[in-house]
C-alpha cells in the first residue's frame, strides 16, 4: 500500500478553452510531487466523453484518445473514486481518489457545474465551491455584485445573444447608449479571452456582438478604458492572501487570446511598477472581491488601472487561473515567496481543509446525524 496521496488531475472538457486546460494540466502535472503523490490524468473530450490513463495528457495534446479507458466519478458519498466501465454499465473501481484538481477553464469546468458533482459525490477539490464558481464565472452577475459590495467596475450592459439574432440594430443602440466607443464585447462565460472584441466603430461593434453570439447565450458589453492591466493571486480559504501585483503590457491593443498563449510579444512585470499605496489597494480590493463570492482556494484578480485618472476598476476575478509556464497566477506566488511545488502542496491541503469542514455540517434536520 502506497503513504502517498492519489490526485485526479482533470483537464479538457467542452469548452473554447479546451486546449488551454491541455496547457495548464501540463504545468500542473510536472509540478505536482511524485514523491508525495500518485497522479492519475483524466481527460475531458470535446464531446464530454471522460478516458484516463496514465498517458491521458500526452494523448489529448495529440488528439489520439482511442486506446484511452472510458471512466465515470459517481455524484454519490462513499464512491470517492474513479471508476472503469465493465461490459456496459457496469463498473468497478479503478483509482480511489483523495483530492480532485480541476485543471478545467471555461464552462462545464469552472463556471460550478463539475464542482457541484463533486460536491454531491463528497470528494475534495481543488478551487471554489459551486457560488462563487458560479459568480465569477458570469462577467455580468460577478460585476453587478462587486457594486453591492462598493468595488468599483466599469459600465456595462448584458445583453441576450437572441437579441442579436432577432434585432441586431436594437442591440447595438444599447451598446451605444452605454459609453462613446471604444467598446469591448465578450461572451459572459467564458475565459482566456476567446470571444473577446475591441469595436472602435459600429460595423466592428455588429462582429464582436455576433462573435461573442457564438459562445455563450449571455453578452456583455463594456465600456472601454485606456488603462493598465494589474493582476494579483489569492490563496486561502476563510483568511484568504495576496501575493504582490503584477502588471501585463499586451503585445496586441488589448490582453487577447493570441497575446496570452500563441504570441510572444506580451511582457510581464512582477512586482507592477505602480506605487505602494495602488498596489496595496489592488491587493485589499482583491481579497474583498475573493471573500464576497465565498471563494475558496485560489483565484486571479485582474484590475484595470485608469492611466489619465489612476482609478482602480475590478474587472474579474478567475477561480481556475492559468497555469501554463508563462501564466501569472502561478508566477506572482513564485515571487512572493512560494515556489511551484509548494504552491501545489498547499492548494491540496486548502482543498481537504474545507472537505473536512464540509463533512462536520449536519444533514438531518433534529437528529444531529
Known sequence: MSDKMTVGVIFGGRSGEHEISLMSATSVVDALDPAKYDIIQIGITHDGRWLSGPAALPAFKQGQVEDLEPVAIFAEPGRDGLYRGVDGLELSLLHKLDVVFPVLHGTFGEDGTLQGMLEMAEIAYVGAGVLASSIAMDKGVFKTLMREHHIPVVDFIILNSIYVERDIDECIRRAEALAEYPLFTKPANMGSSVGVSKAKDRKELEQGLRLAAKYDRRLLVERGVDAR?????????EEPEASITGEIVPGDEFYSYEAKYIDDTSELFIPAPIDEETSEEIRRLAVEAFKAIDGAG???ADFL???????????????????????MYPKLWDASGLDYPALMDRLIELALERRAQCDQLVRRYGTGE
Open 305 to 327: 488601472l485608469e492611466r489619465d485618472t489612476n482609478r482602480i476598476f475590478m474587472n474579474e476575478l478567475n477561480t481556475i487561473p492559468g497555469f501554463t509556464k508563462i501564466s
Open 229 to 237: 492591466e494589474i493582476e494579483v493571486s489569492v490563496l486561502g480559504n
Open 298 to 300: 485560489m483565484a486571479r
